[in-house]
């Protein structure tokens, strides 16, 4: 999917919320445990119910990982069925990968080719010959994580080096990159106020925004110091959506959740 692509959807749907499948066995509805495949079951009915209301969704790998064979089993069904039925869909990788040369290759080619996300997120700690691999790939996206939503953020993204936070010498370096145009960021709602000096540095890239809901994020001050001329936002929910009941009803409510956020993008896009 190319960026223009993905901005289309935004305006077209009003929304520009992805959707978080960290899919947990004991966390949904007790009644799947008996599918045959419950992972599965559990993502296909989600998807079905909220992706008028996405632009993307974001599994998690470790969540299947997690589940050895089975899990991968999962995951593949999981995008196919996103590829398939919703082709319009922007699908994130968030897998975390990085390492050098060959071996980024072959992430991406995982990633990229055989299960054809959309994109992947990419640790930047061993730099340029790690991330430049998966920048090869034509009309795929490739998250560098700059500045997250945890609090261990702290312990190495805000210090100062030579005169300058780490994050930022990430995302001006970053650029230097061949085929930087596919580059997106992964900036964690929980540091809005951050925002103003990374949009100085990337104006026009667009970010993964995760933390807004269950981590304490809060959206307006995020699109008030995030937004850019194409809206340049993802903004992930994942156990706010996906998990906001446990019964039957867990799509449905999932979907409301779902268009409680869809609804406060539209009115941001509007007044935009």
């Excluded at 001006?172 to 596919?182: A, H, L």
Aim: proline share 3%; glycine share 6%; with cysteine.
């Amino acid at each position: 999917m190319t960026t223009q692509e993905l901005v289309q959807q935004i305006y077209k749907k009003k929304s520009f919320l992805c959707i978080g499948l960290d899919v947990d066995l004991t966390k949904i509805p007790k009644h799947l445990l008996d599918k045959e495949d419950p992972i599965f079951e559990f993502n296909k009915a989600i998807i079905d119910a909220t992706h008028h209301l996405a632009v993307g969704y974001k599994p998690n790998i470790a969540f299947y990982e997690a589940y050895g064979v089975k899990g991968w089993k999962s995951l593949e069904k999981t995008i196919q069925y996103i590829n398939i039925n919703y082709p319009e869909l922007f699908t994130i990788a968030d897998a975390k990968r990085g390492d050098i040369g060959n071996t980024s290759t072959m992430y991406a080619k995982a990633f990229f080719e055989d299960l054809a996300f959309d994109s992947i997120t990419i640790a930047p700690y061993m730099g340029k010959d790690s991330v430049e691999p998966f920048l090869a790939f034509k009309n795929k996206h490739t998250i560098l994580l700059a500045l997250t939503s945890n609090q261990g953020a702290f312990d190495f993204q805000t210090k100062n080096v030579e005169g300058k936070e780490l994050y930022k010498h990430v995302l001006e370096v970053s650029k230097s990159y061949k085929n930087s145009e596919n580059l997106m960021y992964v900036v964690g709602a929980t540091k809005a106020e951050y925002l103003s000096d990374i949009r100085k540095i990337i104006p026009d890239s667009f970010l993964l925004v995760p933390g807004v809901g269950a981590q304490g994020g809060n959206l307006d001050d995020v699109c008030k110091y995030g937004l850019n001329h194409q809206v340049g936002l993802l903004i992930n929910s994942s156990r706010g959506i996906i998990y906001a009941s446990d019964g039957l009803d867990y799509a449905e409510v999932a979907a409301k959740k779902a268009l409680e956020l869809q609804e406060t993008m539209e009115k941001i896009l509007n007044s935009k």
